[in-house]
Each structure stands twice: as structure tokens, then as C-alpha cells.
Nanobody, 117 residues
């Protein structure tokens, strides 16, 4: 079992930046993919960005060019650099690690990001 703990959320003005971090309690080196998802009030959870074992990345169209996902396998950390933030980025952001071939799927408890206009 892997526990994920997010940090780095907060309140920021539109146009500002935040860096989210996710600390994993175990190795994420072999995870099929790790990533970030978000859920705004009254909406379904949606993909923000993922990165695979081979470091291929995938981004939601709404964040392309503004957000960057990265991971440090040695430190078991996953990051999300968010620039040019918009009020519509306001949501709870969740970290995820998945081992699809094993059917393992882990989530953090989330960190709130609020972007004021």
C-alpha cells in the first residue's frame, strides 16, 4: 500500500503561480502512471496531468502550456508547477499513483487551490 500526501495548495491571485507536491510513502518508480486530478465544487473529478513510467506526459487541454508535471523517483515525489493561474483552476487537487498491470490505484486526500480574480 502506498500513501500519498499533497502539499502546496493555497490562495493565489489570477496570473500567479503555485507548486503542488505529492509525497509517496513507497516507491513510485514502477507505477504505470502518476498524476494530478482536480475536482471543483459541483463538478466531477477531472484529469489535470499524468506522467508515465517512460516519462510521457498528458495534460488536459485547459492547462496545456501553463502547468508542468514532473516526478522524482529517487525521492518518491510528484510535482505540479502551475503558472498563469485562472479562477477556473480553483479546485481540490488530488495526487494519484497507479499500477495498472496490478490493479493498484492510490489517491491522496487533496489540497485546495483557490484562484481569486
Amino acid at each position: 500500500q502506498v500513501q500519498l500526501v499533497e502539499s502546496g495548495g493555497g490562495l493565489v491571485q489570477a496570473g500567479g503561480s503555485l507548486r503542488l507536491s505529492c509525497a509517496a510513502s513507497g516507491s513510485i518508480f514502477s507505477a504505470s502512471s502518476v498524476g494530478w486530478y482536480r475536482q471543483a465544487p459541483g463538478k466531477q473529478r477531472e484529469l489535470v496531468a499524468t506522467i508515465t513510467t517512460g516519462r510521457s506526459t498528458n495534460y488536459a487541454d485547459s492547462v496545456k502550456g501553463r502547468f508542468t508535471i514532473s516526478k522524482d523517483n529517487g525521492k518518491n515525489m510528484i510535482y505540479l508547477q502551475m503558472n498563469s493561474l485562472k479562477p477556473e483552476d480553483t479546485a481540490v487537487y488530488y495526487c494519484n499513483a497507479a499500477w495498472g498491470h496490478l490493479g493498484w490505484d492510490y489517491w491522496g486526500q487533496g489540497t485546495q487551490v483557490t484562484v481569486s480574480s
